[in-house]
């Protein structure tokens, strides 16, 4: 690298090099995904046995600047300890947050996005710690942000898939959620309940996420509502999701019924705000 240079941040939030040239006196910034701090958002319960080896599989991943942020709703299970744990193995590397109680999803996201803003990250993350979504595909989700707002690992796009041990019925049950969520909503991508995500941090800042009282996975398509009702970009990414292997599920009916139902009140709640 010739001539002077410093870290910038282009129009997008994102980090950069910014190299100014004497031979030319001009000034070129090269935004390299290298310079960018990534923060990765875990929500957590109950996810003792399943949290160690998510950490220890992210960070084989040839991410420079990766970060995580473990948003813990103080699991019976010692989840937030092991959380800990991990922070001592991993200095610098892992910030917990510990809340009183099970909240839900979306309060955790919430709080942990808006500490991850507050932070300074240039690209925030969420994914489930139960290992369904595939830690190895971080990298293939970042190779995208350049050119998309949000960029979604998707089971719907060719090389996509979900687990192959998952009965016919279970993959028509989750397609079939899929598939509601995006033509109530008419969103623009194929997997609209699939919280595998990066956001750019101008992304993120630009929707009210804060407001969502969505609950439940729901949750995640709101988010991915307010972002398509922004005019955001999104790119998507395959993955295969795998069922969880330890661990319970915190899947329940009444967290179906509420996504059910709530997808036809975000669209009345959005479209009177409109
Ligand atoms: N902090 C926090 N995390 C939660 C809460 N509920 C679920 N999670 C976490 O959110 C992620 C996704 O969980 P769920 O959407 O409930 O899905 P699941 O339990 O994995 O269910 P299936 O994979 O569909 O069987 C996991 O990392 C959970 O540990 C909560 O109330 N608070
Ligand atoms: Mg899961």
Redesign the pocket.
């Known amino acids: 690298m010739t001539g002077q240079w410093g870290y910038a941040k282009n129009d997008n939030g994102l980090s950069g090099v910014k190299i100014i040239n004497p031979d030319t006196s001009g000034e070129a910034i090269c935004f390299n995904r290298n310079y960018m701090k990534i923060t990765q958002v875990?929500?957590?319960?109950?996810?003792a046995q399943n949290l160690t080896v998510l950490v220890e599989s992210l960070f084989r991943e040839p991410v420079e600047n990766l970060d995580l942020l473990i948003?813990?709703?103080n699991s019976p299970d010692g989840t937030g300890d092991v959380a800990e744990s991990l922070a001592d193995i991993y200095p610098g590397r892992i910030s917990v947050l510990h809340?009183p109680g099970?909240?839900?999803?979306g309060k955790?996201y919430i709080e942990g996005f808006t500490m991850a803003l507050e932070s300074g990250a240039d690209v925030i993350g969420m994914m489930?710690?139960?290992l369904?979504h595939p830690p190895d595909r971080l990298p293939a989700l970042l190779s995208k942000i350049d050119q998309a707002d949000v960029v979604v690992g998707s089971r719907y796009v060719p090389g996509g898939s979900l687990d192959k041990n998952w009965p016919f019925w279970r993959k028509g049950l989750s397609w079939f959620g899929n598939t509601y969520a995006r033509t109530i909503l008419n969103l623009p991508i194929q997997d609209t309940t699939g919280?595998y995500r990066l956001w750019r941090r101008s992304a993120l800042a630009a929707i009210p996420f804060a407001e969502s009282r969505s609950n439940?996975?729901v949750f995640i398509v709101e988010l991915a509502y307010m972002a398509s009702l922004a005019g955001l970009s999104f790119a998507e990414v395959p993955i295969y999701f795998a069922e969880?292997t330890r661990g319970t599920?915190?899947?329940s009916l009444k967290i179906q019924i509420e996504a059910a139902l709530r997808v036809w009140q975000l669209r009345r709640l959005y479209s009177n705000r409109s």
Do not use: F, H, Q, W
């Open positions: 875990i929500p957590t319960y109950n996810e948003v813990d709703d809340r099970k909240e839900g999803l955790a489930d710690a139960d369904s919280g439940g996975y969880r599920s915190k899947m």
